[in-house]
């Protein structure tokens, strides 16, 4: 097997692979929460997070961008959780983060850019059409589940804000992701 072939499949992260490496810390994250309370499990997640990462790194041979802003970000709030002893910081994580992933994207469209198709390209063929439509609905997407978390961490007990992170914020992504299915295929480029 020639050089060329064996780095492009270490480039290629198989779908499951991302999702667990994803998922693995949040759900660590609930977990700790249950047992040992919010910083405890923040501390977890920041270990995690950064495990899950590095682990990407191994096996692809490249850091995804997504993944990696939000590390940060959970690197950056859940260290000021911590150290300040405030959960507040760890509940407007997903706030901030889904508001700048919207503002990027907006922003990317009102200079000519489409920053999804940077992210996503590799996996999908879309017409210039198709990606600035679902450039804009994951906009929006992001936009609604900001205010949501919003809603939710300032009117609900921090366990039951962190299941809802889990359980609620994580199902609400993935069946958004799957309504767009219609919408990619709508304005998917012919295979050659």
Known sequence: MSKAVKDKERTEEHPALRL?????????????????????????F????????????????????????????VIVFGGLTIYLQDETFIKIKPTVIYCLFAAILMGGLAVNRIFLQSVLGEVFE???????????????????LALLNEAVWR???TDT???????????????????????????AKPTK
């Open 155 to 157: 009117s609900v007990s």
């Open 161 to 187: 804000w962190v299941s809802f992170k889990v359980f609620g914020l994580v199902p609400l992504t993935l069946i958004f992701a799957a309504m767009q299915a219609g919408l990619m295929q709508k304005h």
């Open 126 to 144: 879309l017409s210039g059409t198709g990606w600035r439509l679902l450039t804009y609905r994951w906009a929006g997407f992001f936009i609604f």
């Open 20 to 44: 667990s490496l994803d998922l693995g810390p949040l759900i660590l994250f609930f977990a700790i929460n249950a047992l040992y309370g919010i910083f405890v499990a923040t501390a977890f």
């Open 46 to 73: 920041m270990v995690a997070i950064v495990i899950a990462l590095i682990t990407s790194r191994l096996l692809t041979g490249k850091f995804a961008k997504m993944p990696l802003v939000t590390a940060a970000f």
